[in-house]
């Protein structure tokens, strides 16, 4: 089983909707990753925290809003979405933010599907 | 520069057969190369992984072959099994970013 538990597993919502998507982990680890994956296409980096602090943010726009209350947990707050934006959300977590390496490997989650109407 | 080129983009084996799947990058800043394996429903699932400097690793069924001067990358599944079934994506990274390839879609029959 993944460490790194996404709540929920699907989510529909209409355009006008606020809603959040929630990850958690417990293996101590320093920096959480949010990604957005299309069907049959490789995961797309949205941003990273990095203890605690948003150290990346891949031009995403503003109706994703992420959150790091702490290190063990990362929201992405969702306002205002378009169809378009319809993708698996996948969060990830590695030991620290500076480099995916053997070291520093991303532990991924099982992702919330997010369904735009 | 940034693009991981990954080939071919879905794969039919039989059972026992050997699978290939084949990587290929431009930029030489790139210092880890993992492979992931991602079944449906679940997120991506670290495979093995190599680093330039080594031209071959070996876990169990799995084998990644690095040719650094032609800048490609290579997995190899042997005796490949219906569960292994799935979709995999080469990766590779350097700083913070983790640069995925397209992924290839592996069906094995029995």
């Known amino acids: 089983d993944t460490e790194v538990t996404q709540t929920p597993k699907h989510l529909v919502m209409g355009m006008t909707n606020k809603k959040s998507l929630k990850c958690e982990q417990h293996?101590?680890?320093?920096?959480m990753y949010w990604y957005k994956q299309k069907a049959k296409k490789p995961p797309e980096l949205m941003f990273v925290?990095?203890?605690?602090?948003?150290?990346i943010n891949e031009s995403v726009p503003s109706r994703f809003s992420p959150e790091c209350p702490n290190s063990s947990l990362l929201n992405l707050h969702l306002h205002a979405l378009q169809p378009e934006d319809s993708a698996l959300y996948l969060c990830?977590?590695?030991?620290?933010?500076?480099?995916?390496?053997?070291?520093?490997?991303?532990?991924f989650g099982a992702g919330s599907r997010l369904t735009v109407l | 520069q940034q693009q991981v080129k990954q080939s071919p983009q879905s794969l039919i084996v039989q059972k026992g057969g050997i699978s290939i799947i084949n990587c290929a990058y431009e930029?030489?800043?790139?210092?880890?190369f993992p492979w992931y394996q991602q079944f449906p429903g679940k997120g991506p699932a670290l495979l093995i992984a190599?680093?330039?400097?080594?031209s071959e690793k070996k876990e169990g069924r799995f084998t990644i072959s690095f040719n650094k001067s032609a800048k490609q990358f290579s997995l190899h599944i042997m005796d490949s099994q219906p569960g292994d079934s799935a979709t995999y994506f080469c990766a590779a990274s350097y700083t913070d970013k983790l640069i995925f390839g397209t992924g290839t879609r592996l069906q094995v029959f029995p």
């Open positions: 190599i680093r330039p400097d080594v």
């Open positions: 293996m101590g680890h320093r920096a």
């Open positions: 990830a977590s590695s030991r620290t933010g500076t480099g995916v390496s053997g070291a520093n490997v991303l532990t």
């Open positions: 925290y990095s203890y605690e602090k948003l150290s």
């Open positions: 930029n030489t800043a790139f210092d880890y």
